[in-house]
């Protein structure tokens, strides 16, 4: 007997009446049942997967408000203008582990099955977060970093589940719920870093400076991740395999291939088996997979400088063109931001998608976001409640911008790709985007030091050059979006 994984449908043969047979044992064929069986949106798993993707969320920005102090108390940096160039490697650290690690994490689970690595990830953040929290000097706090992104490998498959879980119809709003997540982690994230960072002086009724909480001023907030993505860990035990795996005999597999293989998405019919597959490698070879996830880099690194620098800027003194905002203050606001982002993502999105498409959506946010980083440093010149008012709304628009600009790009590089190949796409994916954002934070937090220390140049001066380096990018991003570059996906879903 051979092993072969055929990860669709077959259709019995002509005899049959042309009927699904579905194979006994497959998960992947009991998640088809249930597709073709319900026309529903699957609001249970949707809800699994928001779960589970806002705990690999939560860690990567959650440090931002905290960093700048975390940095300061390690005495590392000799000058107070270079805290945000030391904070800049411990932002870097995360992304350049999971840029390492996960196209592995995607060719596993395309052979093993997404459920397993999804239960791993959420593990890795339970122990190494922690222990992140609990770091004694700078160099704990980038290998602890490290090794998270490294071994946290779930929002590769997390993508390709959530584009196999429901109908062809829903996906949109699979991908939506994605990116939601993610986007409010990012937000949120930032946002629990603010309010139980220091709690021995911000709640000294509740901790004392002795306590564990007193020694590691920044354990709490990542204590609570933590907790989070154990119950995460747990969610993700329930979750449904998706993978095709088909045990068959030598004949039953020539009969397949001769009574070729069912796609019930497409209705169309395909010649596929395991040796017939394309390549993995032939994946480089798609361009409008490669294009759009070039394209996505470029944002996704905006978007993480964007993160660090944003709440190294508020935390900054004003003499350097900064807020003098408190962790506590960060934390108001991006707790604000993410309840807009939960709204727009699940009620707007998927109805501007569908009438103007995925990437003009992205376009058009793309467009927004130059003129509304120019207005930042503007921004900073107000005070009292009008500073509040303009930077939640300004905050508010920029994050709705961004998520809907990942959105868009999500969904063409999973229509790009066919399911035994999704786990892989997203993996090469994954690996670029982790290694664009381990440039964003390293670049930021040097960018922000560098710029704070030319506060009277005639051209750009302060905090002005930061954003405006940052309106470059998002351009080049935009030009990049049209074509010959970016060349449409045909769907093969």
Not at 125 to 144: D, E, H, K, Q, R
Not at 456 to 466: A, C, K
Request: net charge positive.
């Amino acid at each position: 007997m051979a092993d072969n994984k055929v990860p669709l449908l077959k259709r019995e043969d002509e005899e049959g009446g042309g009927k699904l047979r579905y194979h006994e044992n497959c998960p992947g064929c009991d998640v088809e049942k249930f597709k073709q069986s319900s026309n529903g949106i699957p609001l249970k798993h949707f809800f699994f997967i928001w779960i589970i993707t806002l705990c690999a969320a939560l860690p990567i920005s959650s440090l931002f408000p905290f960093l700048y102090f975390m940095i300061r108390d390690f005495h590392i940096a000799k000058r107070e203008e270079d805290i945000s160039y030391y904070a800049g490697y411990v932002g870097s650290a995360f992304m350049l582990g999971r840029a390492l690690t996960s196209l592995l994490w995607g060719i596993v689970a395309d052979k093993y099955g997404r459920k397993p690595i999804i239960i791993f990830g959420t593990v890795s953040v339970v122990i190494f977060n922690t222990l992140f929290g609990l770091s004694a000097n700078f160099w704990m706090a980038i290998t602890t970093r490290f090794l998270l992104g490294s071994l946290c490998g779930i929002l590769g498959p997390m993508r390709a589940y959530a584009s196999e879980i429901c109908r062809k119809e829903h996906q949109a709003l699979g991908m939506s719920v994605i990116s939601t997540s993610w986007g409010i982690g990012l937000v949120i994230g930032p946002a629990v870093g603010g309010f139980l960072a220091q709690p021995a002086e911000k709640y000294p009724r509740i901790f004392s400076k002795g306590s564990l909480f007193g020694r590691f001023p920044y354990f709490l907030p990542c204590l609570a991740i933590s907790v989070f993505a154990l119950v995460a860990s747990v969610i993700s035990c329930w979750l449904p395999e998706t993978l095709h795996v088909h045990s068959t005999g030598q004949d039953d597999t020539k009969a397949a291939l001769k009574g070729r293989v069912y796609d019930p998405e497409s209705e169309e019919i395909n010649v596929l088996d395991r040796g017939l597959l394309p390549s993995k490698w032939s994946l480089l070879k798609n361009w409008p997979l490669m294009s759009s996830i070039i394209v996505y880099c470029i944002f996704q690194m905006h978007d993480m400088a964007y993160s660090e620098i944003f709440s190294l800027w508020a935390v900054s003194p004003r003499r350097y063109g900064g807020l003098k905002y408190t962790t506590t203050d960060v934390g108001e606001v991006l707790s604000i931001t993410g309840f807009s982002l939960l709204l727009f993502q699940l009620f707007l999105y998927p109805w501007v998608e569908r009438i103007l498409g995925p990437i003009t959506v992205s376009r058009i946010g793309a467009v927004l976001t130059i003129p509304l980083l120019s207005s930042y440093p503007y921004i900073a010149r107000l005070c009292g409640s009008i500073l509040f008012l303009v930077l939640n709304c300004a905050s508010m628009l920029k994050n709705v911008l961004s998520l809907s600009i990942t959105t868009g790009f999500l969904v063409m590089q999973n229509r790009a790709v066919s399911q035994q190949q999704r786990g892989a796409a997203n993996g090469i994916s994954m690996t670029a985007m982790s290694l664009s954002k381990s440039i964003g934070p390293a670049a930021g937090g040097a960018l922000l030091s560098w710029a704070q220390r030319r506060q009277n140049s005639v051209f750009l001066p302060g905090v002005h050059m930061v954003f405006f380096v940052l309106n470059i990018v998002e351009f080049i991003g935009l030009i990049m979006t049209f074509k010959p570059f970016l060349a449409l996906p045909e769907d093969k879903l």
